[in-house]
């Protein structure tokens, strides 16, 4: 376990993270929580289907930056306490990954990659999260990635997804997720993704727009 925390800090250390602004848009910030146990496994939630934006979907936990929230850093950490319970202190930040927009709802998100030496005691906000998945990392193979359009339990999805029991993560959540897998990819730790995809912000009507 030590070998993966130290060349996925590496790896982080090695990324330059991009930045992109929009005139408009919301700052927001998540984090990707990964927990030691017996093999590295992220954290998602699955949003209920009375929040604001994104409602149903799998996504990490974060929210949209406060006034007094002194860096993206702190909105991560922050909001993540206030989704899912997740105490800042038991959480080392390795690294941040670019910045995406969501292209409709009008965020513009900074994820943050933490880690947890053990698995942590979580109370999910009911108001905000429907579920928790804990996914291993080595669960998040191209067998159970998705390309954009394709269909799953009679709906059509718009972009690249991984259908993980069933769950389907899609959205700026598949594109953040992709990122993450290609800098694992690259130190050797995870599957890196089929496919060379262009996150540019795509016009009304293309089959990649999210909702």
């Known amino acids: 376990m030590s070998d993966f925390l130290t060349r996925l800090t590496a790896a982080l250390e090695a990324h330059e993270p991009s930045r992109v602004r929009q005139v408009g848009a919301r700052e927001a910030a998540v984090l990707i929580p990964i927990v030691a146990l017996p093999t590295p496994t992220m954290i998602f939630t ?3 289907d009375s929040v604001g934006s994104h409602k149903g979907q799998i996504s990490f936990p974060g929210g949209s930056q406060d006034d007094g929230d002194g860096s993206m850093r702190i909105t991560a950490l922050r909001e993540t306490e206030e989704e899912i319970g997740l105490d800042p202190s038991h959480v080392k930040i390795l690294g941040e990954l670019d910045t995406f927009p969501t292209f ?11 880690w947890l030496d053990k698995e942590p ?4 906000n009911p108001a905000e999260v429907a579920e928790l998945l804990h996914v291993p990392i080595s669960d998040l193979t191209n067998e159970i990635r998705a390309d954009a359009g394709f ?3 009679d709906r059509t999805y718009p972009t690249e997804a991984w259908v993980w029991n069933d769950n389907v993560i899609w959205g700026v959540t598949a594109r953040i997720l992709r990122q993450f897998l290609d ?16 996150w540019a912000i795509p016009p009304a009507g293309h089959p990649s727009r999210e909702p």
């Open 183 to 198: 800098i694992l990819g690259e130190a050797g730790l995870a599957d890196t993704p089929d496919g060379n995809f262009d």
């Open 121 to 124: 005691s979580l109370v999910p």
């Open 151 to 153: 269909v799953h339990a």
């Open 46 to 48: 699955k949003r209920t």
């Open 104 to 114: 409709v709802s009008g965020y513009v998100v900074t994820p943050y990659v933490g």
